[in-house]
């Protein structure tokens, strides 16, 4: 307790005592820690406080990287939240996470220590809306074709000229009332029959196939059912599911008669599309497709009404022509004047002809005679003994011909004879010369220094050789 001093009371009132001065606190005791201790901490109390979070909003900046981890940010109107999906994690939707799909992630909260930043480390994914329902259909598309219910093998094809379409609808679809506008108006005669049921909502799907199923039992051959077509107009992936339902694609399939269908716009694509045997973009596309033969065959009746005209045209044309030159033949010329002019004819081909005869005989004549004048003429006795004349002088030429050139050439051989001899070694031997060659090696001797002493040399002489050995040598060289 603090001690007063008498100042204290000499001016405050004696029974109220002043208020004693607190003393000063110690200061407190303050723990530092390192900025990884203290890292350390926020991430132990988060992984204890949030260790399994279930997190909702949209991917964004979505990056893999080469270890295989994928990267992203999760984020809503007011905040985001960093995420990791590591490369070991088994993950149902992992395939389906891409910038801007609504995702509901399962996970614990970490702390990536390097950084001092909380994140999510991701362990389920869950797609939201338009992405779930896309996934299911993938899945389901998957296991139906992996059944073969889409295979092309299997479809059937559809009637050309179909009489009675069976359709499956609402009764209050605009889809409906496009469809038959435009049936009456391509193909009136054709008869529709209509079975109604729900296009959207929960448990539209079955009774899109218990109306198909309707259809296929009303079919009798009495009164067949040539075709059905599934149809409604546009809308959201949403509004169109009922379609993607497995049991609308196996009442499709097991359906006795062709299906058409045409559900939604032309980018719109569902399960029934590929169960179809055949797939329209739009209602008033397939009403369109079952009317095509009857179009072609109306297009192809009306192009033959019109050639048939137009031929009709230009035979009337014809044939009025012909028949109004006949009558003005006929106006100009009597047929007893025609009669007339035709016998005056005849009357002068008959004498042409007999003038041509005549004629033709006097000349076959004429020509006949001057063939026999030329042949006496000519004579084959004459022009034989003129041949053989020609023959045997022919021969005498011949023969002096060749004694000619015979003594020519016997002449001309001894004259090269003689020269030959001439010039032969054997005529130089004859006048008295000899030939000294080198008896080893056939080589002629033609100067002193080509032999040795000792050396063997062979003359050859006019008749014979002689062979000698040199025993001494004398050049004598000027």
């Known amino acids: 307790m603090a001690r007063t001093t008498k100042s204290q009371w000499e001016f405050g009132d004696l029974l109220t005592p002043s208020v004693p001065t607190p003393l000063p606190l110690a200061p407190p005791i303050r723990k530092i820690l390192s900025v990884g201790d203290f890292t350390l901490q926020i991430k132990r109390s988060l992984e204890r406080d949030f260790a399994t979070v279930w997190v909702t909003g949209e991917v964004s ?41 609504q995702v509901i992630l ?6 990536y220590e390097s950084r001092g930043q909380y994140q999510l480390r991701v362990i389920q994914v869950e797609l939201q809306g338009a992405g779930a329902l896309q996934a299911a259909f993938e899945r389901l598309k998957a296991r ?73 039992a009303w079919s009798s051959p009495a009164s067949p059912i040539d075709v059905i077509l599934v149809t409604r107009g546009g809308g959201s992936i949403e509004d169109l599911w009922c379609f993607n339902e497995e049991v609308v694609a196996r009442a499709i399939v097991r359906s006795r008669i062709p299906v058409v269908s045409a559900v939604g716009h032309e980018i719109d694509f569902t ?9 329209a973009a739009t209602p008033s596309a397939a009403a369109e497709l079952l009317t095509e033969g009857y179009m072609a065959a109306s297009e192809s009746v009306g192009r033959a009404r019109r050639r048939l005209s137009l031929w009709t045209s230009g035979q009337v044309r014809q044939r009025s022509e012909r028949l109004e030159m006949a009558a003005r033949r006929l106006a100009r010329a009597h047929p007893q004047r025609v009669a007339e002019e035709k016998s ?53 030429r011949l023969v002096s ?31 008295g010369y000899s030939i000294t ?33 040199i025993e001494l040598q004398s050049r004598d060289e000027t």
């Open 61 to 101: 900046n979505l990056r893999a990287q080469p270890s295989g981890h994928l990267y992203f940010v999760l984020k809503d109107n007011q905040a985001q939240l960093s995420c990791v999906l590591f490369r070991g994690q088994t993950v149902a939707e992992k395939s389906q996470l891409r910038d801007g799909v």
């Open 106 to 111: 399962g996970g614990d909260l970490t702390v």
């Open 144 to 216: 139906l074709s992996g059944e073969g219910l889409f295979d092309p093998g299997r479809k059937r094809l559809i009637p050309r000229y179909p009489k009675r379409v069976g359709i499956v609808t609402s009764a209050s679809t605009a889809a409906l009332r496009d469809v038959i506008h435009v049936l009456s108006r391509r193909a009136g005669g054709m008869e529709v029959i209509l079975s109604p049921c729900r296009v959207q909502g929960k448990g539209a799907e079955s009774e899109i196939a218990m109306a198909i199923d309707r259809l296929n």
């Open 271 to 279: 399960i029934a599309d590929f169960a179809a045997d055949l797939r």
């Open 344 to 396: 005056q004819l005849l009357d002068d081909l008959r004498l042409r002809l007999s003038e041509s005869w005549r004629s033709g005989s006097q000349a076959h004549h004429q020509e006949l005679a001057d063939w026999v004048r030329r042949l006496a003429a000519v004579r084959p006795q004459a022009y034989l003994e003129r041949s053989a004349s020609h023959e045997r002088d022919l021969r005498r």
């Open 401 to 431: 011909t060749v004694e000619k050139s015979i003594h020519f050439h016997q002449s001309h051989f001894r004259r090269l004879a003689d020269t030959l001899r001439t010039l032969s070694p054997k005529s130089v031997l004859d006048r």
């Open 437 to 469: 060659q080198n008896a080893d090696t056939g080589e002629v001797v033609r100067k002193a220094d080509q032999v040795q002493p000792g050396c063997r040399i062979r003359t050859l002489l006019a008749v014979g050789n002689i062979e000698s050995v």
